[in-house]
């Protein structure tokens, strides 16, 4: 499938949507809810088996991803910001909780995202954020964005101990 090309029509995600996916250990889609094919214009059947990188919008810096599944490879859930973007090219903001799941022997289950809205300070904050890691990642690589990452926690008296937390807290 050709990687639709981005443009500036923003999807509405409202405070009633909560857009829900499984994955298998990989990222592929194991699972959606309705809501998350009406936002994102894909159907069921362009969706499940695909990774969730059928979702991935230009401007998200490759730092939040490395991060996530960092966490994610560590049994730890992680609470972050992406922007996705939709079969038609626009795109859409959303808090993603992404959790693991275990089955009663302890052994993974899989991976669970639910999403959802953002306000408008967060979008503010996030957008500007981004651009800076994104800038950074494109003339000094990755782990110069991971550090500007961990210095922007510092910065607001934060840490990857407290980015969950942090990152609600933004949302408010
Ligand atoms: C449960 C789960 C949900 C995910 N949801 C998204 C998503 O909504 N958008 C997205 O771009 N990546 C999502 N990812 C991360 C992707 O697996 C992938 O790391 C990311 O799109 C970057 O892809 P790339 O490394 O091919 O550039 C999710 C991963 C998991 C495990």
Excluded at 18 to 47: C, H, Q, R, W
Excluded at 98 to 115: C, E, H, L
Excluded at 129 to 143: H, N, P, T
Aim: aromatic share 10%.
């Amino acid at each position: 499938m050709d990687r639709p090309t981005p443009t500036d029509v923003e999807h509405e995600v409202t405070s009633v949507d909560m857009i829900v996916s499984k994955s298998d250990a990989e990222g592929n889609i194991t699972y959606t809810n309705p809501i998350f094919m009406k936002i994102s214009g894909y159907s069921a059947g362009e969706l499940l088996d695909k990774p969730h990188s059928i979702l991935r919008h230009p401007d998200m810096p490759k730092v939040i991803f490395k991060y996530l599944w960092d966490n994610l490879k560590a049994g730890k859930d992680v609470i972050a910001y992406v922007k996705n973007l939709c079969k038609d090219g626009g795109y859409y903001w959303i808090l993603a909780t992404v959790k693991v799941s275990t089955n009663p022997d302890g052994s993974f289950r899989n991976y669970m995202s639910t999403r959802k809205c953002i306000t408008a300070n967060a979008k503010e904050a996030i957008i500007a954020l981004y651009a800076k890691l994104l800038e950074i990642e494109k003339s000094d690589g990755v782990e110069a964005s991971e550090k500007a990452l961990m210095d922007f926690l510092a910065e607001n008296g934060q840490s990857t101990e407290t980015f969950n937390d942090f990152m609600l807290q933004l949302n408010k």
